[in-house]
């Protein structure tokens, strides 16, 4: 069987900035709305789980809503992890 595809890196830690804030998907995705983005809470988990890809201008919203930095969604990608998914990718 193969591996699932993971369409994002970042989800797992937008789940992570979400929980610490103690807010739910649906609270997360309304915040979003109220800043311009038309994410549903049944998109955004899709995000968390990895199989939704995220758009460059989406995690930007997600910066401004988490109060957070660009680099800081991307904390758990390192050059290993990145070439193995390079890797998988290629086969």
């Known amino acids: ?19 610490e804030r103690d807010w739910s998907q649906e609270l997360l995705a309304a915040k979003l709305q109220v800043n311009g983005w038309d994410c549903t809470r ?8 990895q199989q939704a890809y995220v ?3 989406q995690l930007l919203y997600f910066c401004a809503v988490l109060g957070t930095e660009l680099e800081e969604l991307y904390s758990t ?7 193995r998914l390079l890797d998988r990718k290629s086969k």
């Open 1 to 19: 069987m193969a591996p699932p595809t993971v369409r994002n890196v970042v989800g797992p830690v937008i789940r992570r900035l979400r929980n």
């Open 42 to 49: 049944s998109w955004l988990a899709k995000i968390e789980a």
């Open 55 to 57: 758009k460059d201008f």
């Open 77 to 83: 990608l390192s050059i290993s992890k990145l070439s």
